[in-house]
Each structure stands twice: as structure tokens, then as C-alpha cells.
């Protein structure tokens, strides 16, 4: 394979400031037979698959797509550089979280100007002595990514275990600090999830072991703290490799959690956390098509279910009765318009984050008269309310945090009694920032099929509606996770270049209740893509873009979505940013062996099979590349990804370069030292998003300076 790197005359019309054009790097073709009992197929860049990730042909080839991406946007290297300062600007880099209370202590996440990772904090709350439990800073020297992913502290508040990842492949190692001392005790156990719950014992520790090949959580093992890696115990066993697995403790620590789910199905063993050497107990035996999750509060499991309900209701059980679904009582029935996100349970109050018309709202009930329910109220056309930590249970306060488009995210505590809310913190945006300068709309596209498409539009207050704007368009659409319109200090940098935001809130999601998941899934998973489509079009002919400044992005799943409304509506695109991006659909699905794929088969379809063997090739982005003018592309992977491996879109943009038939550029950025998440540093993630955004800026020709003041 060689890589030939030469200057030429610029064609890409769309970026006026490049002076030269730098030749790609060069993938040779190595045909290899996909072998499926649907048919076979021909895929000359299989060979760019490496699970050892050391090839140095292949490594040798991801450097040499990253020194192409360096010299395309060396022309641009001054506004990448003043977007930088921009979107780290922002920041307040000495900043502490809201303190929350748990036991004897406060606990907040402190950051320090110039530092890149956390400090994790505790405060006695009667003595005020503070303590520190993690300087993440420190830790994370000599690695080039570094992360803690999670913290449990013992029930006796003495010691700390936490999970790191190392790689960024999300394969954790376990290590327990005793918090006064700072003594460690690295057991040896590695190639874990980073679930963790404590038993009352302050000793025994619950982790999940995954499977060395395919990542997924297999095996909950019983651990004690100081004893080594080959003593610890096998709790359960999972051996049906559709299901996640997770372990946490309830809310009032009484339970040891063991919470498996596939796409469509749940069951939850639960173990008394007084007795971590006792007998599981399953919550209900799982069964297809019915999902629940559960806490625990004064000898009863409240469950948030959609057994025959869709959009979820909640119901309880007591603790003594459990085994059955027979046994379990409605506590809020289910209702056809609104959807139960979430719940947080106290003593005398039941709290419900649900979604409504696309909207997440929060309200309150007292349990001795549940429909005597109050809604926190706001203002604001687009918002999300979520709730905040919330970690005791005998208390009249409910924390939660309020954000939008245009709000940067305050946390509320509220008297769940009288309805006083206090503002705890508001996120502060260094600078001249002012909420009034910005404007957040709720609009709505029609979709092909006439179905109503919300859509969440920030601009600033001057944009005038002509169709002069660039547009940057994101959605996600899978999974049934939904795009909620948070505050984000970073796109500024767009919008007061004269951008208009928007979020699409396509189907795939769940914005409009469990229906809309269900319509942007399996079978119907095209309608996801047909829907962004729709949007575009709708916010053109509605003159808030320039047909000729449209950018879309999307990650992961939205990185799939990314590729099939490139090869589906090429015209409708200027540009393209398709991070992480899930391309190779069918292949990946057919291989078991891959991280995640026997997961997904409830979310995609199993491709052994008809007819999704040809429902998703027709739509499978890499597979669906055809000789026709592309969008601009910037492509983005991490080396160490687990989620979606990083061969998909080098194999992707291979074969898009040696397709497509117009001149615009594709560049492709490969972090060598992460995974799915990027870099782990705050500061060196920022700098990745600006680098997208210089990226898009200058695609478009829009201003190298913000003109709204």
C-alpha cells in the first residue's frame, strides 16, 4: 500500500481560502467474501480490519489519513485556533459542582484552572473538614487518556472503590482507596464493566466481568476488598448474549441490584445487602416485550414498567412478594399522551420526569394522594428539566436541574411541601454572555408520510429570516435516547457567526413517547432517515437556511444516519461531520465476534435472517456508496473504540474516495489514543469540537469572526 501526498490547484469551490489541494492517502483493494446464508458479498477494504490494533501497515495507513486531515486544514489554522480560545473561553475552568448530601458528608466534583480531569471532594457536614477522594490530575499522569467512570463510596463512608479505563475501549480495572489513609489496594481485577455496588460489610464488592472478545457483561463476581483477582466468586452468570448487564445498590443501599436488558426485555435479581453470601431473588422472570427497572423504599420495590404500557407506568410490590408480576400494584397508571422518563422515590413524595410533547417536565406528588400532582412550570417554548443527585430518601428536597437552548443549566432544589424552589447553581458562561441575545423556537417539519417532526432552533436574536443562514442540523434517532435541547456554551461559535442550530427530533428516538422508537426501528428504520431529510427541507423552503450552507452531524447511530442521508440526498448537503460513525451495518451485524452486535439484533434486525438481511443492506451506508457527487465530509474514530470499531469508517471513506465524482474534500481524523468518547481530557475534547466547527465554518464561507456582537 503506498501513500502518495502531492500539491495541486484547489477545486473545492466551497472553501474560497484554500490555496492547495493535498492528494489523499491511496487504499488498496483486497477483495474478501462476506459470507452470509442470505448471499454473499465482496468487500475489498475488509483487510483494514486489525482487532490487535498493532498492524503497522494499517497503522502506518490511519497516520497517513491524519496527516491529510493536518494539511487540509492548515489553511484554516488561525480560525481554528480563535474557535479554540472561543469554546474553551467559555468555560469557567475553576468551577465545583452543587454539594450534595450523603451520610455524614457533601460530596462535589471540583475542577482547577489549566487542569484537564476532576478533583472529587468530600465535606464532614458538621466538622467541615475536607477531604479529597480522587485527583483525577494526578492519576491520569504518563497516560494519554485516562478516565474514572465510576465512584461508590462503602456504606461505613471509609472506602472508595472506582473503575478506570486506561485505552478508552471501556474495559475497566478496579481499585479501592481507603479515603483517610490514601491506601490502595489494586487487586487485579481488569476487563470489567464499570458498574459497582458495595455490601453492607463495607468489604464485599459487585462487579461485572465482560467477555474478552465480544466486551459484553457476562459475569457478576463478589469481591472481597485486599484479596486477589482469582478469589473472587461467580455471582451470575448471563448466558444469553442479548442482554447488557448492570449492578448498583437501591437508593437506601438495603439492595444489592443486578439489572439485566436486552433492547425489548428486563429482569432484575435483587440480593439483601445485609447478607452478600444469600440467595439472589429474581424481581419477575423476564419475558419479551416487557421492560422494568426498580428501587427500593421502605419494604417495597417501586417499578417503572411498560408491562402493558408503552409509555410506562409505575407500579410497587412488596419486598416479601417478589418472583411474580401476578403481585405488583398500580401506583400511576399509564397514559396514552405523556411517557415516564424517570422517577426518584422518598419517604412522603414520588418525583416523575416524563415527556410530553416532546418536552421533558417534571412533577410532584405526595403518596398519600397521588393525584394531587404539581408540575414545576416554565416559561420557555424548548426546555429540559432532569432530575439533579438525589441520594436520600427521607427528605422533603428534590434537586433537579433546568436547561435550554438559550439557559445554561441551573440546579433547583425544591421544597416538594410548599413549592418553594431555590436556585442552587447556574452554570456560569465566562464572558459577555447574555440568554437575551439568543432565541430558542419549537417547530415542526412534515415528514413524507404527513407524521409531525419537532424541531428545536436556536439562533441569535438579529438572525433575520431570508434564507441567507448557514445551517448546522444534529440528530441522533436510535435507541429510543432522545436529543433534548441542553444548553451548550460551544455552539455559540457557530450561531454568532450567523448559523442556525437545530436539533431534529426524529423518529428512532423516543421525544414523542415509546411509539416514535418504534417507528424508527427494525423495519421502520428507514423513517429515521427519510425524517432528517424532511427537516432539511422544511427549514430551507422555510428560509431559515441557505440551501448552499447546510451542514448535518451526527455520532455513532447518528454517525449511520450521517451515511444514509449522504447517499440518500447528497444535493441537500454542503457538508457532512460524522463522528464514530456506524456504517458498515450488515457485516458488522453478521459477525458475533464484534463488541455489542448480539445486543442489537432487537434494535437493527438480525441479518441471517429475512427480511432484514435486505431491509438493512438497503440501507447500510457503506454498502450503499454509489458513483454520484458527495457532500464535504469530516469523519472522525478513535482507535480504541468498542462501541464502534474504528475499521468501519476507515473502510467507509475508502471506498466513498473511490466512488464519489465531485472534487469536494473528505477528510478523516483518527484519535490514536481513545475510543467512543474521544479524548478524556475537558479541555482536549473542546479543542476537538472546535477543530469541527473551524471545519464547518470554512466550509460554508461563513465569517472567520463572530458577527453578532
Not at 136 to 152: I, P, R, T
Not at 224 to 245: H, I, R
Not at 439 to 451: H, I, K, N, Y
Not at 557 to 585: C, K, Q, R, S, W
Amino acid at each position: 500500500m503506498t501513500f502518495v501526498v502531492a500539491l495541486s490547484g484547489c477545486s473545492q469551490k466551497s472553501s474560497e481560502s484554500m490555496q492547495t489541494e493535498v492528494t489523499p492517502p491511496d487504499v488498496e483493494q483486497r477483495p474478501y467474501t462476506v459470507e452470509s446464508p442470505q448471499g454473499n458479498r465482496v468487500d475489498p477494504y475488509y483487510w483494514l480490519r486489525d482487532d490487535s490494533r498493532e498492524d503497522p501497515e494499517i497503522i502506518a495507513y490511519l497516520e497517513a489519513e491524519n496527516e491529510y486531515y493536518d494539511s487540509y486544514r492548515a489553511h484554516y489554522s488561525e480560525l481554528t485556533e480563535r474557535v479554540t480560545e472561543e469554546v474553551i473561553g467559555r468555560i469557567k475552568q475553576d468551577d465545583e459542582s452543587v454539594p450534595y448530601p450523603l451520610g455524614d458528608y457533601s460530596y462535589s466534583t471540583r475542577y482547577e484552572e489549566g487542569q484537564e480531569y476532576p478533583i472529587y471532594m468530600r465535606k464532614h457536614l458538621e466538622t467541615g473538614q475536607e477531604q479529597t477522594l480522587l485527583n483525577v490530575n494526578e492519576l491520569a499522569q504518563g497516560f494519554e487518556y485516562f478516565s474514572v467512570s465510576n465512584w461508590e463510596v462503602s456504606p461505613d463512608q471509609q472506602w472508595l472503590a472506582y473503575m478506570v479505563d486506561t485505552s478508552g475501549r471501556r474495559q475497566y480495572e478496579l481499585r479501592v482507596r481507603h479515603i483517610a489513609s490514601g491506601e490502595e489496594h489494586n487487586d487485579g481485577l481488569t476487563g470489567l464493566s464499570a458498574a459497582i455496588a458495595w455490601a453492607k460489610d463495607n468489604k464485599t464488592l459487585f462487579v461485572i466481568e465482560n467477555d474478552p472478545q465480544t466486551l459484553l457483561s457476562t459475569r457478576v463476581l463478589k469481591h472481597e476488598v485486599g484479596t486477589p483477582a482469582d478469589s473472587a466468586e461467580l455471582l451470575y452468570e448471563e448466558t444469553d448474549n442479548t442482554f447488557y448487564m448492570w449492578v448498583y445498590n437501591t437508593t437506601d443501599h438495603d439492595y444489592v441490584v443486578i439489572d439485566l436488558e436486552s433492547t425489548v426485555s428486563s429482569e432484575v435479581h435483587v440480593l439483601d445487602a445485609d447478607t452478600p453470601d444469600g440467595e439472589l431473588q429474581v424481581i419477575a422472570p423476564r419475558e419479551r416485550d416487557v421492560l422494568y427497572t426498580v428501587d427500593h423504599l421502605e419494604g417495597d420495590f417501586i417499578i417503572t414498567t411498560d408491562w402493558d404500557a408503552p409509555n410506562f407506568r409505575i407500579m410497587k410490590v412488596d419486598a416479601d412478594e417478589i418472583g411474580s408480576r401476578d403481585n405488583w400494584e398500580i401506583v400511576v397508571p399509564h397514559r396514552e399522551d405523556v411517557m415516564i422518563q424517570s422517577i426518584e422515590v422518598f419517604s412522603d413524595y414520588l418525583a416523575i420526569n416524563e415527556r410530553s410533547e416532546g418536552l421533558r417536565r417534571i412533577r410532584v406528588a405526595p403518596w398519600e394522594d397521588l393525584e394531587q400532582s404539581v408540575f414545576i412550570e416554565t416559561d420557555e417554548e424548548a426546555y429540559v428539566m432532569s432530575f439533579s443527585t438525589n441520594y436520600q430518601q427521607n427528605t422533603k428536597e428534590l434537586r433537579f436541574n433546568y436547561s435550554s437552548l438559550t439557559t445554561p443549566t441551573i440546579t433547583y432544589a425544591l421544597d416538594m411541601e410548599t413549592g418553594e424552589q431555590v436556585e442552587l447553581k447556574q452554570t456560569e458562561v465566562v464572558g459577555d454572555f447574555d440568554s437575551d441575545n439568543y432565541v430558542t423556537e419549537r417547530v415542526w417539519a412534515t415528514a413524507d408520510d404527513g407524521t409531525q417532526i419537532p424541531v428545536t432552533l436556536l439562533h441569535h436574536k438579529n438572525f433575520e429570516q431570508d434564507g441567507t443562514a448557514p445551517l448546522y442540523q444534529y440528530a441522533y434517532g436510535s435507541y429510543g435516547s432522545s436529543s433534548d435541547p441542553y444548553f451548550r456554551s460551544s455552539v455559540l461559535s457557530l450561531v454568532d457567526r450567523g448559523f442556525v442550530y437545530a436539533i431534529a427530533h426524529i423518529r428512532g428516538g423516543q421525544e414523542m413517547g415509546r411509539q416514535w422508537y418504534e417507528d424508527g426501528k427494525m423495519l421502520n428504520k428507514i423513517n429515521t432517515f427519510t425524517d432528517f431529510i424532511d427537516v432539511t427541507e422544511f427549514l430551507v423552503a422555510e428560509r431559515y437556511a441557505d440551501p448552499q450552507k447546510v451542514v448535518a452531524m451526527g455520532g455513532s447511530a447518528g454517525g449511520l444516519l450521517m451515511g444514509a442521508v449522504a447517499n440518500m440526498a447528497p444535493e441537500l448537503y454542503t457538508g457532512i461531520v460524522a463522528h464514530v460513525p456506524f456504517v458498515d451495518v450488515v457485516t458488522t451485524m453478521l459477525d458475533e465476534s464484534i463488541p455489542l452486535t448480539t445486543n442489537e439484533f432487537d434494535e437493527w434486525g438480525n441479518p441471517k435472517h429475512q427480511p432484514y438481511y435486505d431491509y438493512m443492506l438497503s440501507y447500510s451506508p457503506y454498502d450503499q456508496v454509489s458513483a454520484q457527487d458527495y457532500p464535504a465530509f469530516l469523519v472522525t474514530t478513535g482507535l480504541h473504540d468498542s462501541q464502534v470499531q474504528y475499521f468501519e469508517p476507515a473502510k467507509w471513506v475508502a471506498r466513498l474516495r473511490d466512488l464519489k465524482t465531485d472534487d469536494n474534500p473528505l477528510v478523516f481524523s483518527i484519535n490514536m489514543d481513545a475510543g467512543h468518547g474521544g479524548s478524556s481530557g475537558r479541555f482536549s475534547r473542546l479543542e476537538e469540537v472546535a477543530q469541527e466547527y473551524a471545519f464547518v465554518i470554512d466550509l460554508v464561507g461563513a465569517s472567520q469572526t463572530p458577527i453578532f456582537e
